[in-house]
Nanobody, 124 residues
Framework: QVQLVDSGGGLVQAGGSLRLSCEGS????????MGWFRQNPGLEREFVAA????????YYSDSVKGRFTISRDNNKRMAYLQMTSLKPEDTAVYYC?????????????????WGQGAQVSVSS
């Protein structure tokens, strides 16, 4: 089991940047696929990005590809989402998740562990 704590959200103008961080508690952190999802009220959790356990593969949704970068540091038990060229439509609560099923990296139900969420608001 792993506990996750998200941080780094905030309010930014369109075109700006933010970096989200996710700290994990487990010594087995390096065994997990880490993903970032986002959610707005009344909508399902939407896949944003994921990274393999050893960082050799990264995956992105089409809506963020080229603007967002996912990374991790297993020694620090940290995962990150660097967001650039932010748009108002990126506004959401962002959640990091930990799971084991890399083939299902974009499916929220395959992530059993979640952070508490970080609000990202982008003004136009």
């Amino acid at each position: 089991q792993v506990q996750l704590v998200d941080s780094g959200g905030g309010l930014v103008q369109a075109g700006g940047s933010l970096r989200l961080s996710c700290e994990g508690s487990a010594r087995t952190f390096s065994n997990y696929v880490m993903g970032w999802f986002r959610q707005n009220p009344g909508l399902e959790r939407e896949f944003v990005a994921a990274i393999s356990h050893n960082s050799d593969r990264a995956y992105y949704s089409d809506s963020v590809k080229g603007r967002f970068t996912i990374s991790r540091d297993n020694n620090k038990r940290m995962a990150y989402l660097q967001m650039t060229s932010l748009k108002p439509e990126d506004t959401a609560v962002y959640y990091c998740g930990a799971g084991w099923s890399e083939p299902n990296y974009s499916v929220a139900k395959f992530y059993p562990y979640w952070g508490q969420g970080a609000q990202v608001s982008v003004s136009s």
